[in-house]
Structures are given as structure tokens and as C-alpha cells.
């Protein structure tokens, strides 16, 4: 996965985050406080436009979006 992929994911969670506390990209980004689940359908979105991507339902119960390792996988598996 590109840096510069990872990067700009970074900067999209940190825009939407109800914390300015830092974060790594292995931990729970929900259980940390990080993002709250009214966050998460402006994520998609953003991520969805930004990355020209379709992000499904299966997705949000397989805990695809719940660390910056895991968006940035789904991201990478996506054509």
C-alpha cells in the first residue's frame, strides 16, 4: 500500500475525529475514541469520492473499516 494512500486515509479520519489525541494505524479507531459510528457513513463517503471505491455492507460487519491497516487494505483491494 502506498504511503501517500495511507497518508491521505490518515488525514480523512483525523478530520472526522472526535479526538485530537494521536493514533496508530493498528489500533481500534472506535474502541480508541477515535472515530464514533456517526462518523463512519461521512468516512465512507469521503473514502468512497476520494478513492473511487464501493464500499459495501459486507465491509462494516468484517471490521474492514476499523483500523487505518484495514481501510487502507480494503482500499488497495478495490479496482
Not at 24 to 53: A, P, Y
Request: aromatic share 6%; hydrophobic share 45%.
Amino acid at each position: 500500500m502506498s504511503p501517500s494512500i495511507r497518508t491521505e486515509i490518515r488525514h480523512l479520519i483525523a478530520a472526522l475525529s472526535a479526538s485530537s489525541d494521536p493514533f496508530d494505524d493498528g489500533e481500534d479507531l472506535f474502541s480508541r475514541g477515535v472515530l464514533r459510528s456517526m462518523n463512519l457513513m461521512e468516512l465512507v463517503d469521503q473514502l468512497e469520492d476520494r478513492f473511487r471505491i464501493r464500499v459495501g455492507h459486507r465491509d462494516f460487519v468484517a471490521g474492514r473499516l476499523s483500523t487505518v491497516d484495514a481501510i487502507a487494505a480494503l482500499v488497495g483491494s478495490r479496482p
